[in-house]
């Protein structure tokens, strides 16, 4: 009954977009800092956006790294139980498997750490290449 559900993940060109998705059951979102990660075969664990509570004190701040920064846009649409990572001019870089991560609101920001997430999704694959 607890989960979280990545979806939208595809194959693009580069320069293409996708707009991935987090679905929680089980528990609701809006009480969670959200953070999405990335994965690339042989490669370490890549904290990539994250977004926190606004029920933490925080009032939904959000972190990128340098990697997407603006080109990758995370937003939260609490009725739908939803987290959106929007991801625009994809490079063949960007390849991997797209995670998303919840943990309970701390009243902190976030900086793409993973310690304290509580719950993670299975993975959706993003590939970009021509």
């Known amino acids: 009954q607890v989960q979280l559900v990545e979806s939208g993940g595809g194959s693009v060109q580069p320069g293409g977009s996708l707009r991935l998705s987090c679905t929680a059951s089980?528990?609701?979102?809006?009480?969670?800092?959200i953070g999405w990660f990335r994965q690339a075969p042989g490669k370490e664990r890549e904290g990539i956006s994250c977004?926190?509570?606004?029920?933490?004190?925080?009032?939904?701040?959000?972190f990128y790294a340098a990697t997407v920064k603006g080109r990758f846009t995370i937003s939260r649409d609490n009725a739908n139980n939803t987290v959106y990572l929007q991801m625009n001019s994809l490079k063949p870089e960007d390849t991997a498997v797209y995670y998303c991560?919840?943990?309970?609101?701390?009243?902190?920001?976030?900086?793409?750490?993973?310690?304290?997430?509580?719950?993670w999704g299975k993975g959706t694959p993003v590939t970009v290449s021509s």
């Open positions: 991560a919840a943990r309970p609101a701390r009243g902190l920001g976030c900086s793409g750490e993973s310690s304290g997430m509580d719950y």
């Open positions: 089980g528990f609701s979102l809006d009480y969670y800092d």
């Open positions: 977004i926190t509570s606004s029920h933490g004190g925080t009032f939904g701040v959000t």
